[in-house]
């Protein structure tokens, strides 16, 4: 056994031993209103006297903006009801608008087509049609001519490091799908368990370069399918070694998608924390000086270390876990005059809002210079700890900004594993009034965002319902969004949040047929708020009303702290909420289960210091307890007037035992049992008006 092991094996034995006694780890989240020493800004205590996260981030910032009109698509060769592609015309067009400084690109009434895929890489573009009944795209790619070819780059193009190469290949029995240049694989996908609906293969110009140098050369495409069928695609390219955009900027998108919006990097310069972040935190403190300014856009990583994932008992080594974005407010900052870094916004203010213009520089460095670190201000507190035991860093990005689609029909007709609208490495970006038909993968979808917002839309139906990350409506490495009013039919997971997701609200919406999930990934401090899901369904659904990764999950790891159910309606042939372990401080409150058969709360695993207060559940299963408590380190929690309709008649069944008990009442089972009416029927709603105010 060498060292790393040694570590690892001591960290498990010691957080079993731990767990045998209590919490695996300090807990922090689980707060009383009186304990003010506890407090910090990313607390807000709520009307009902318990602490709740913070959400008045959420969303794109001081709501969706009626952009004006720049273009008509008509004017780059778009026309509707004329059976041609269109796609061109759009990404012609918005690269117009793009560089005219922003607004909308319109499009009229009927029908439009787009033969391939459109990719937006300009800020402030929004593609605007005349309304969901009126405006319909269609998207009727499906495959190259002869089975595979490249998406990108065109033919006689510079390659340089940085340059996006993507090919793409029939997808019906697909085995393999490679790169070549100069003779050598410079990148291939093979067909593995996750494979799902894969088509295509991404990879930057860098390993085109080592393998073939300066010069013309020719690129090969190569798919492989069931039958030892075959084919090939080729292209002539110059390259070019110093073909580079800048340092720091290197983009292209990780899936495909009808339409596409993409920042222009999610990987720019890095640098280490010189001291802990500490959650509430609104000050990090970096080891070298920052190539960094207000209204930069900021990412911190806290790495899943050997000892992290023994502590949390993870599973998947792969996955990304820890991570959140903010914007730069001030380099070598100070506090305000008589203020404190890890302080409440005033009283009154709004911390929903954008900075001055330009954002502030005037503030002094530290006297004597900077002994511990190079202090970052940043727009918001931090919402979990980051420590520098782990290797925490802070890393420059290049968002796509303020970017969105309104008020149209996108309609799929190919069986093709592509999404509908995606927004990558997207701040502040929107969809609005979009109804999305029978995408391949995610109707809606955003990763590496940042204060986007889906807004009165539609998801109706996808190609894909099986394998890996296929038909989910919700948030993937996604900071402060918002999902509001959204309507989902034949759905797997939906709503749904993952990788690292934080912050997020999801409100308003019915999702029928699918489950709630938080997904993989250590989400946290993300609220599920006046949804209706029925979990009944042939689309995927594992059945739960909702679900929380279990630790042992290789796949997707256990979720963090402090999710929030609040006000929901829940239908489910499983048990009404399943939660996989080593999740802390859950709020589940207000909301209706109705089960077919299952307990109304399944917790296993370190699942400590939960509220769960004032729901209904309706337990069809004559045998099943309100609560199960299935392992003996499920400690801490509160159960609180809650009703249960139906069941055996026990409030909590397996080892584990509640922390308190109280004002819970039993009656014969009612499919219809009514749902809470909570005096706040919304605290988002709460918190955005106490904010206000």
């Not at 079993?16 to 006694?21: D, R």
């Not at 929107?430 to 940042?450: D, E, I, M, N, Q």
């Not at 996604?478 to 509001?484: A, K, P, Q, T």
């Not at 109304?600 to 769960?612: E, L, N």
Request: charged share 20%.
């Amino acid at each position: 056994m060498n060292l790393a092991q040694l570590a690892i094996a001591c960290a498990v034995t010691a957080a079993s031993a731990l767990a045998a006694e209590g919490p695996p780890w300090e807990p922090a989240y689980k707060i009383r209103p009186d304990e003010k020493q506890r407090l910090t800004a990313a607390d807000v205590v709520g009307p009902d006297g318990i602490v709740y996260p913070d959400w008045r981030y959420a969303g794109v910032p001081g709501s969706i903006p009626n952009v004006p009109e720049r273009a008509r698509v008509e004017d780059f060769g778009g026309k509707a009801d004329d059976d041609r592609d269109d796609a061109e015309a759009i990404e012609r067009g918005a690269a117009a608008v793009g560089k005219a400084g922003g607004g909308a690109l319109l499009l009229g009434k009927g029908t439009y087509h787009l033969d391939r895929p459109v990719v937006i890489t300009d800020s402030g573009v929004v593609i605007r049609g005349q309304g969901a009944e009126a405006t319909k795209l269609v998207f009727r790619y499906a495959a190259p001519r002869g089975g595979v070819g490249f998406f990108r780059p065109k033919p006689g193009d510079t390659i340089g490091p940085d340059t996006w190469i993507e090919v793409h290949a029939a997808p019906d029995g697909l085995q393999r799908i490679a790169v070549e240049a100069g003779g050598k694989v410079v990148a291939e996908r093979a067909q593995h368990a996750h494979w799902g609906g894969t088509f295509s293969i991404r990879l930057t110009g860098e390993p085109v370069v080592r393998a073939v140098g300066a010069g013309d050369h020719t690129l090969k495409a190569v798919a492989e399918w069931k039958g030892d069928r075959k084919a090939e695609a080729t292209i002539g390219v110059k390259v070019d070694p110093q073909a580079s955009r800048p340092v720091g900027k290197r983009w292209f998108p990780g899936d495909a998608a009808a339409i596409t919006f993409v920042g222009d990097s999610r990987s720019g310069p890095t640098w280490k924390l010189a001291k802990d972040g500490l959650r509430g935190d609104t000050e990090i403190a970096l080891d070298a000086a920052p190539d960094l300014k207000p209204g930069d856009a900021l990412v911190l990583h806290a790495p899943a270390t050997p000892r992290w994932n023994a502590l949390v008992r993870n599973a998947c080594k792969w996955g990304d876990y820890r991570r959140y974005a903010f914007r730069v407010e001030a380099v070598n900052a100070r506090p305000p005059e008589g203020g404190t870094t890890n302080a409440r916004p005033p009283e009154g203010g709004t911390t929903n809002a954008r900075p001055p213009e330009g954002g502030t520089t005037n503030v002094r460095p530290p006297e004597g210079g900077t002994p511990n670190g190079v202090r970052v201000r940043l727009n918001q507190p931090l919402r979990y700890d980051f420590p520098i035991t782990d290797g925490a860093t802070a890393q420059k990005v290049y968002p796509i900004r303020r970017c969105g689609v309104e008020g149209l029909t996108l309609v799929q007709t190919e069986k093709l594993w592509t999404n509908g609208v995606y927004f990558c490495v997207g701040w502040e970006c929107w969809a609005r009034g979009v109804t999305v038909t029978k995408a391949g993968r995610f109707p809606l979808h955003a990763t590496w965002g940042k204060w986007c917002e889906i807004r009165d839309c539609v998801a109706d139906d996808a190609w894909y319902h099986g394998g890996g990350g296929t038909a989910y409506v919700g948030w993937q490495h996604s900071w402060d969004c918002l999902i509001d009013g959204v309507t989902t039919r034949k759905m797997r997971h939906a709503p749904c949040v993952q990788w690292a997701s934080s912050g997020n609200v999801i409100r308003r919406g019915t999702f029928s047929g699918s489950d709630a999930q938080w997904h993989a990934g250590w989400t946290n401090e993300n609220l599920f708020e006046q949804c209706v899901v029925d979990a009944a369904g042939s689309w995927g659904t594992y059945g739960y009303g909702a679900w929380a990764s279990p630790p042992n999950d290789v796949a997707h790891g256990p979720n963090g702290p402090r999710n929030v159910v609040y006000n929901c309606d829940f239908r489910s042939p499983k048990a009404g909420l399943w939660m996989g372990g080593m999740n802390e401080a859950w709020l589940i409150l207000h909301n209706r289960f109705v089960v077919q058969a299952g307990p109304g709360v399944f917790a296993r695993t370190c699942s400590f210091d939960h509220i769960i207060r004032g729901n209904v559940f309706a337990l069809a299963d004559p045998r099943q307890p309100a609560i199960q408590l299935s392992t003996a380190d499920c400690v801490g929690i509160e159960l609180i007037g809650n009703r249960i309709f139906g069941g055996s008649g026990q409030l909590v069944g397996g080892p584990g035992k509640p922390l308190v008990a109280r004002d819970n009442a039993f009656a014969p089972f009612a499919a219809e049992a009514p749902r809470p009416q909570p005096d706040v029927p919304s605290i988002f709603e709460w918190q955005r008006a106490r904010a206000a105010r």
